[in-house]
Each structure stands twice: as structure tokens, then as C-alpha cells.
């Protein structure tokens, strides 16, 4: 699985999102919110923009989320919005690409979202969108998997400066939090 995190401005988020779906080839895409009116909302955007998606959270029916299922497993659908409730649950071969649309507060839920895609010796690719609210949750991702992810930009869109982008254009590690004498495991 390549990684990368794409810093934008909040306002921006869907724009980036659309102009990241437009640039990528891809064959099938899972995009993650935070939150089921979240989902709805970017779902519903993307079918104004003409991309065929389906829409997964609680809130739907089993009969729903059946349907949504079938749809994006037999290519009725490009792509699948789902929150992290869903995340685990999720078992579909062939997913090419997962979109964070939105950073997962646990790191763990990362790894559950990311692990859509890349199965079953395929490679896979994992977008996260991060903005100047979410960039501390990003950098603790990074440390819960042991390994730094690319910040990047993306080529042809006209990004609104913001903060996120200073310190030689991608924030820098949040400082580790000093531990206690008990977890370093000094004695005395």
C-alpha cells in the first residue's frame, strides 16, 4: 500500500477530492468520513459531479447496504463513501484506492480503513486529506505505524494558502510528549 497525505484547506476538501478522482486511475474507490451526515454529504456531491456512488453508514438499511455492496462488487458503482463504523466490516476484493476524506481521530481506525485496499498480493494506494484541525491526528498516525507518509501536492490544482502548508510546505512532527518515570521504566 502507498500512503500519501494531501494537505488542503478545509473549504477546499471536496474540490481536492474531486480533482484527486479525476487525476488517479483508478478501478474502484472507498472514501472515509468521520461521520454519517459527513458521508451523505460527500456522496450526494459526487453524484452531482457525475461519479456513480453508493453511501454506507448505521443509518442505512440492511437492504441498503446490501444493495450498496452488490453494486460496488459487480461495477455498478465507481466508488463506495463509508464511515469508520463500516470500516471494519468491509470485505471487498479489488478496491484500488482508499480516500480519507476526513483524518481518523484513532490511528487504529487508519489502519482499518486502509487495509480495504491492497489484499491479496495487489497493490493499493491510501489518500488522506489533512487540514490545519487535523494535521496533529495525522502525525499520530505516522507514529502508530512506525513509518513517516509523503505529504504531497497535487499538480494543476489552484490550492488557498493556509499555515498547514509553511516549514517547508508540510508541517513538521509534532514533538513527542515526555513520558513519566513509569513508562520509560526507570527505577530507583
Not at 453508514?57 to 460496488?72: I, N, W
Request: glycine share 8%.
Amino acid at each position: 500500500i502507498t500512503h500519501a497525505f494531501y494537505p488542503v484547506v478545509q473549504a477546499q476538501k471536496f474540490d481536492l477530492l474531486v480533482h484527486l478522482l479525476e487525476q488517479t486511475q483508478y478501478h474502484s474507490v472507498i472514501i472515509f468520513s468521520r461521520t454519517k451526515s459527513g458521508a451523505d454529504y460527500v456522496a450526494s456531491r459526487l453524484k452531482h459531479e457525475g461519479h456513480t456512488c453508493a453511501v454506507m453508514h448505521a443509518d442505512r438499511s440492511q437492504q441498503e447496504r446490501t444493495d450498496a455492496l452488490k453494486g460496488f462488487k459487480y461495477g455498478k458503482y465507481e466508488v463506495r463513501v463509508a464511515t469508520d463504523l463500516l470500516a471494519r466490516r468491509l470485505d471487498i476484493a479489488d478496491v484500488s484506492h482508499v480516500i480519507n476524506f476526513d483524518v481518523p481521530e484513532n490511528p487504529e481506525d487508519y489502519v482499518h480503513r486502509i487495509g480495504r485496499t491492497g489484499r491479496a498480493q495487489k497493490t493499493g494506494d491510501a489518500f488522506t486529506l489533512v487540514t490545519e484541525e487535523t494535521w496533529r491526528d495525522a502525525r499520530s498516525i505516522e507514529r502508530f505505524i512506525g513509518q513517516s507518509i509523503e505529504w504531497k501536492k497535487v499538480d494543476g490544482f489552484s490550492y488557498t494558502y493556509s499555515g498547514i502548508f509553511d516549514g517547508g510546505g508540510m508541517p513538521q512532527a509534532a514533538p513527542e510528549k515526555p513520558r513519566s518515570r513509569l513508562m520509560r521504566g526507570a527505577r530507583r
